[in-house]
């Protein structure tokens, strides 16, 4: 599949000193300017939906292969970010898709077509959502549940539970994944599991579009392992686009079939968002680390975070659009919607030590 994500300028530029990281962090604040907190039930559904599913399809896999995980803080980073972070993208082109499910079209027409207050609409969402995540696709809760931790274990692993060098480090997963080799370790046995429970139950045409996600997060392990190897990335990015949509195209698996590539251009979009803002917050502790990333090198500034922002934030509203749900007010319910997810991510981001 040819990548969707536009350069964002030709590589090599030089690396100029950076302001302390509370001033970088202040102008990313300023950036995405104040949110309209009056939209937050929608958010807290989509977080209660996905909390409820990952208790339901991970928590088990967690008590069978790493119990000892529990209260600790990569627990906690695991639940965050496979609820918090990543499984709000599928759900949110799920409800954005041109080709929604019958229930989810019935919701979306409903708050399109009458004249609620943003507020309202909000509460709408919440209660649609989390009543739809107890008693309707449930194929496509699991899915998401199991792929956004799949995400959060395997980069984990691969930075922190391997002691063979790099150059082996990511064959080894991809062969312990697949099943061709032992899982040696509590977090490689929860990689592994992971990796079984989401390729069970699948009919033929979610299995091709299974695979073909597979085949993406395996070029993005193969890309970690070339920038840990100090491998130049022709494109200036430090081998970070492999990542940007390896991961997204895990994710939109469970929706495929709702949808389309705008939907798949957007997620890229706001994943490369999230990748930029967190290089330009790290860069300290990147520049004391033997991993080149573009910010370290200068071929990422503020320009880059701007301007990732402003395309990610046009696109949620391009994407509504496009599905037909179009009167002013509802695209400005999504679209600040989307604002204040985003504030929350920046602000658990900002909140990080810099170590």
Same mark, same amino acid.
């Given at each position: 599949?040819?990548?969707?994500?536009?350069?964002l300028?030709?590589p090599g530029?030089?690396?100029?000193?950076?302001?302390?990281?509370?001033?970088?962090?202040?102008?990313?604040?300023?950036?995405?300017?104040q949110?309209?907190?009056s939209?937050?039930?929608?958010?807290l559904?989509?977080?209660?939906t996905?909390?409820?599913?990952?208790?339901?399809?991970?928590?088990p896999?967690?008590?069978?292969?790493?119990?000892?995980?529990?209260?600790?803080?990569f627990?906690?980073?695991l639940?965050?970010?496979?609820?918090?972070?990543?499984?709000?993208?599928?759900?949110?082109?799920?409800?954005?898709?041109p080709?929604?499910?019958?229930?989810?079209r019935?919701?979306?027409?409903?708050g399109n077509l009458l004249?609620?207050?943003?507020?309202?609409?909000?509460?709408l969402?919440?209660?649609a959502?989390?009543?739809?995540?107890?008693?309707?696709?449930?194929r496509?809760?699991?899915?998401?549940?199991?792929?956004?931790?799949?995400?959060?274990?395997?980069?984990?692993?691969?930075?922190?539970?391997?002691d063979?060098?790099?150059?082996?480090?990511?064959?080894?997963?991809e062969?312990?994944?697949?099943?061709r080799?032992?899982?040696?370790?509590?977090?490689l046995?929860?990689?592994?599991?992971?990796?079984?429970?989401?390729?069970?139950?699948?009919?033929?045409?979610?299995?091709?579009?299974?695979?073909?996600?597979?085949?993406?997060?395996?070029g993005?392990?193969r890309?970690?392992?070339?920038?840990?190897?100090?491998?130049?990335?022709?494109?200036?990015?430090?081998?970070?686009?492999?990542?940007?949509?390896g991961?997204?195209?895990?994710?939109?698996?469970?929706?495929?079939?709702?949808a389309?590539?705008? *939907?798949?251009?957007?997620?890229?979009?706001?994943?490369?968002?999230?990748q930029v803002?967190?290089?330009?917050?790290?860069?300290?502790?990147?520049?004391?680390?033997?991993?080149?990333t573009?910010?370290t090198?200068?071929?990422?500034?503020?320009?880059?975070? *701007?301007?990732?922002?402003?395309?990610?934030?046009d696109?949620?509203?391009a994407?509504?659009?496009?599905?037909?749900?179009?009167?002013?007010?509802?695209?400005?319910?999504?679209?600040?919607?989307?604002?204040?997810?985003?504030?929350?991510?920046?602000?658990?981001m900002a909140?990080?030590?810099? *170590?």
């Open positions: 599949m040819t990548s969707t994500v536009p350069p300028h030709a530029r030089q690396a100029s000193p950076l302001p302390p990281r509370a001033e970088r962090v202040a102008a990313v604040r300023a950036l995405m300017g949110p309209d907190r939209v937050r039930h929608l958010a559904g989509i977080r209660a996905a909390r409820r599913h990952f208790d339901r399809h991970v928590e896999l967690i008590e069978a292969t790493w119990p000892a995980l529990r209260g600790t803080p627990e906690e980073k639940r965050i970010g496979a609820c918090d972070l990543y499984a709000s993208a599928p759900y949110t082109a799920l409800f954005c898709a080709r929604r499910p019958p229930l989810v019935v919701v979306t027409d409903v004249p609620l207050p943003l507020p309202a609409l909000s509460l969402g919440r209660a959502i989390e009543a739809l995540g107890r008693v309707a696709y449930a496509q809760h699991r899915s998401i549940a199991l792929i956004s931790a799949f995400i959060v274990v395997v980069d984990h692993a691969l930075d922190h539970c391997m063979d060098p790099p150059a082996l480090r990511g064959p080894r997963l062969a312990i994944i697949a099943g080799s032992p899982a040696t370790s509590p977090p046995a929860l990689t592994r599991a992971l990796a079984v429970a989401m390729a069970e139950g699948l009919d033929p045409d979610e299995r091709v579009a299974f695979e073909r996600a597979m085949e993406r997060m395996t993005w392990i890309a970690e392992v070339r920038a840990m190897l100090g491998e130049p990335d022709p494109a200036g990015l430090g081998h970070r686009l492999a990542g940007v949509e991961t997204i195209d895990g994710l939109l698996f469970p929706v495929h079939r709702f389309g590539e705008g *939907a798949r251009a957007w997620m890229y979009d706001v994943s490369l968002f999230v803002m967190d290089d330009w917050f790290d860069y300290e502790a990147d520049a004391r680390s033997d991993r080149a573009p910010v090198t200068g071929d990422w500034t503020f320009a880059d975070v *701007a301007a990732t922002w402003r395309r990610s934030a696109g949620i509203e994407l509504v659009r496009a599905s037909g749900l179009d009167s002013p007010r509802y695209v400005r319910f999504v679209r600040e919607s989307y604002v204040l997810m985003m504030h929350e991510v920046m602000e658990a909140e990080r030590p810099d *170590a």
